[in-house]
T-cell receptor
């Protein structure tokens, strides 16, 4: 079963605008959440993470928001740049469990 | 190089053949993971190695799949009697500590096509 869900598989956004990616999870034991970015023919690379003790984490143009009650997190990219065009994976884990559960990914296309 | 290295990058095989995929993690990383990504799917956990501990094999989809990690470094994922549904990109990742507190560093993957 898919414990981490990413709907809206693709997103197109104009350069300079905000990109918002959403992620829902079903396992209430998850307490650590990550976003990975993947370019074609490359492995995923870590982007940003958030612990369940926080509701927001910001790193430059990237901000992740966590709503534990709704089991929902989102990634905001602002301003979006053409180099942000990639597939973004949401991932989650629980303490003491060494596996990351990944969503199916969102394709983001930033139009110059 | 300094990153996770995987080989081969592409492998085409006939149904029923055995394949071996290799992963060379980042030097000094004690944790090593195998994931796979089938078409249109997310990354599916397969197996996890941490130091000298017994591996977590709970994600292996069938007994045709096995993996070993020799000397705490290089790992080989073996798929016996391959089936068409085994076609996927097999990704290896390593980290300096158990995941949940540290990021994973992924290789570029081995794309397996079973005809």
């Amino acid at each position: 079963d898919q414990q981490v869900k990413q709907n809206s598989p693709s997103l197109s956004v104009q350069e300079g605008r905000i990109s918002i990616l959403n992620c829902d999870y079903t396992n209430s034991m998850f307490d650590y959440f990550l976003w990975y970015k993947k370019y074609p023919a490359e492995g995923p690379t870590f982007l940003i993470s958030i612990s369940s003790i926080k509701d927001k984490n910001e790193d430059g143009r990237f901000t992740v928001f966590l709503n534990k009650s709704a089991k929902h997190l989102s990634l905001h990219i602002v301003p979006s740049q053409p180099g942000d065009s990639a597939v973004y994976f949401c991932a989650a884990s629980e303490s003491g469990n060494n596996r990351l559960a990944f969503g199916k990914g969102n394709q983001v296309v930033v139009i110059p | 190089g300094a990153g996770v290295s995987q080989s081969p990058s592409n492998k085409v095989t006939e149904k029923g053949k055995d394949v071996e995929l290799r992963c060379d993690p980042i030097s000094g990383h004690t944790a090593l993971y195998w994931y796979r990504q089938s078409l249109g799917q997310g990354l599916e956990f397969l197996i996890y190695f941490q130091g000298n501990s017994a591996p977590d094999k709970s994600g292996l989809p069938s007994d045709r799949f096995s993996a070993e990690r020799t000397g705490g470094s290089v790992s080989t994922l073996t798929i016996q009697r391959t089936q068409q549904e085994d076609s996927a990109v097999y990704l290896c990742a390593s980290s300096s500590q158990g995941q949940g507190t540290g990021e994973l560093f992924f290789g570029e993957g081995s794309r397996l096509t079973v005809l």
